[in-house]
């Protein structure tokens, strides 16, 4: 892979010395201190020839304990049973993380393009921290306890994503033809180490090891054919083929003894052909497409039909409104499937391989108005799933909370958005978003029903001031998103600001950052009959962010 990259990035590059260059970029570095501002730096490239564009980047990012030490608290009551459990938890971590890629884009002729690019991210981090975690009976005696120190070592995250494609438009305006292949990997290599240090009435074990290596490889062929019938219809014909291949060698040991050692293996082809019609008219446009998808898992097989349609009016050129309704199929995750049984001193969590995947339907009536001004959008949606991906959480016997997946999750949404982007005066731009949600989820699996109520407010500002000095606030609060059938979010907040100026003639920009940033609080309201109610809050040690960022173009 390596030698094949290089040859393909020295080619152009050898290509372009018979060729007028021009080389053009930025290099950014930033530090600051809080949680959110680690050490950065970056450096983005744009080299043009007559016939090729190259563009490669790198960015390296520092993982560092003062800027990711995250504190968690857990409060639940059982159901049925009465008793209670807590637990405090605090850990952060260091390491570092590396984007990198590059753009080719290859211009035949005018009529043939050849494009492939390849972009990575890196990233390998070891986490440490403590936890302690208590059960009580319901009149708040002790049952046990437990003190443990958290250490990974090795936390690693691999991503490579490379594509190629063949764009050839034929003597007839309009059409043209399209070759694409994607590949994705994704790798992830794990050691997790608990460590019991003070326990109380718990002898199970003292030591939990947890070792995990997976490869996910992503194949994908796509053909697409665009043809005008006409001076305003067009027609979009194709075909995809995706194949994924899941291989995970997980494995946990509760001191000397296995838990589990099994490798998992899981791969799913799909072969699909699409047809999309699309129609303009002065004031009209209409888009219909149509895909069917048959996809051949290990133990079944799957055939869906995936209708997408959409009609616009214009009412004059700066109003519009528009209808649409689209399906899409979301495939379980790795963490969905695996159905090893991983075991912490009071929980038991584990996948279900028979997972096949969630069909989001979603109908939208958005209006549009496109002033010299002033930019407003509203929108109304309703999204409706049958068959979404549920968690299953119950207390078993002995006191022990078990996770599990299921695939019989409802829901049912409203969502209402409107947003608006004004130009108030020379310099001064306000822009302001809100969203109320109405969304109930269901799993009838497990009797429950939770009907919610949430919002999200955002506003911003931008100001230019004299001496080419710009300032910038915004902020963003939240409260009452679901999260699953049994919680949804407490109420949570962002204050940001920035000042920034530009020197050397435009090409120096220095930017000083502030942020402020309220983790929600999870509110679990719903539970089972052998459930729990409660309380999850994550939160930053530090909220309070400050950042210095440089960028210099060339």
């Known amino acids: 892979m390596k030698k094949i990259l290089i040859c393909a990035l020295a080619f152009p ?145 691999n991503e490579v994503k490379v594509q190629a494609s063949y764009l050839h438009k034929t003597h007839i305006q309009g059409e043209q033809l399209l070759l694409k292949y994607i590949y994705e990997l994704e790798q992830e290599d ?39 019938l006409a001076h305003n219809q067009m027609l979009d014909m194709g075909m995809r083929y995706n194949h994924r291949y899941i291989i995970s060698d997980d494995a946990q040991y509760l001191d000397s003894k296995e838990n589990y050692d099994e490798v998992f293996r899981h791969r799913m082809q799909t072969a699909a052909a699409f047809v999309g019609y699309n129609l303009k008219s002065n004031a ?59 075991v912490s001193p009071y929980t038991k969590k584990y996948g279900n391989k028979e997972l096949e995947g969630t069909h989001i339907n979603r109908m939208a009536l958005t209006y549009n108005m496109l002033a010299p001004k002033v930019i407003f959008t509203a929108t109304v949606a ?67 029903r939770n009907p919610n109520w949430g919002f999200t407010g955002k506003a911003g500002l931008e100001q230019v001031l004299p001496q080419g000095i710009k300032l910038g606030v915004n902020a963003k609060v939240s409260k009452g998103n679901t999260v699953d059938v049994y919680s949804h979010e407490g109420l949570n907040y962002t204050f940001g600001a920035n000042v920034m100026r530009s020197f050397l003639d435009n090409k120096l920009t220095a930017s000083l950052q502030y942020e402020y940033k309220e983790l929600p609080e999870i509110e679990i309201t719903q539970c089972a009959p052998i459930g729990y109610t409660g309380s999850l809050y994550t939160r930053h040690h530090n909220p309070n962010t400050v950042k210095l960022v440089l960028t210099y173009k060339f």
């Open 13 to 157: 590059f050898a290509m372009g010395l018979q060729a007028q260059t021009k080389v053009e970029g930025d290099a950014t570095i930033s530090a600051g201190y809080g949680d959110t501002a680690p050490y950065s730096g970056g450096v983005n490239l744009k080299i043009n020839t007559d016939n090729f564009t190259i563009k490669p980047y790198f960015n390296v990012k520092s993982i560092m304990p003062y800027n990711s030490t995250e504190l968690t608290s857990l409060d639940f009551v059982y159901a049925g049973s009465g008793n209670r459990f807590t637990q405090e938890q605090e850990h952060w971590q260091e390491g570092v993380s590396l984007k990198y890629g590059t753009d080719l884009q290859f211009r035949m002729n005018k009529y043939n393009i050849f494009q492939a690019s390849i972009d990575g991210d890196y990233t390998e981090r070891a986490i440490k921290g403590e936890r302690s975690e208590y059960f009580y009976n319901p009149d708040g005696t002790l049952i046990s306890s437990v003190k443990s120190i958290l250490n990974s070592p090795r936390l690693d995250n």
């Open 190 to 228: 794990e050691d997790i180490r608990q460590e019991l240090s003070e326990t109380v009435n718990f002898d199970d074990y003292s030591l939990s090891h947890i070792t995990g290596d997976i490869d996910i490889h992503n194949h994908e062929v796509l053909f697409d054919w665009k043809r005008p």
């Open 284 to 342: 009209w446009e209409a888009d219909a497409r149509v895909e069917y998808d048959y996809t051949r898992m290990q133990e079944k097989n799957l055939n869906d039909v995936i209708p997408q349609a959409k009609l616009v009016y214009h009412f004059n050129p700066f109003h519009s409104l528009t209808a649409s309704y689209a399906m899409r199929i979301v495939r379980p995750t790795l963490s969905y499937l695996v159905d090893c049984e991983t």
């Open 382 to 448: 309703h999204i409706n799933v049958t068959d979404g991906f549920n968690a299953i959480w119950y207390v078993d016997d002995k006191n022990v909370r078990r996770y599990t997946w299921g695939n019989e999750g409802v829901r049912k949404a409203v969502e209402i958005t409107p947003q608006v982007q004004w130009i108030a005066a020379a310099g001064t731009k306000v822009n302001a978003a809100f969203t109320a949600l109405w969304d109930e989820r269901i799993a009838y699996a497990i009797n429950l």
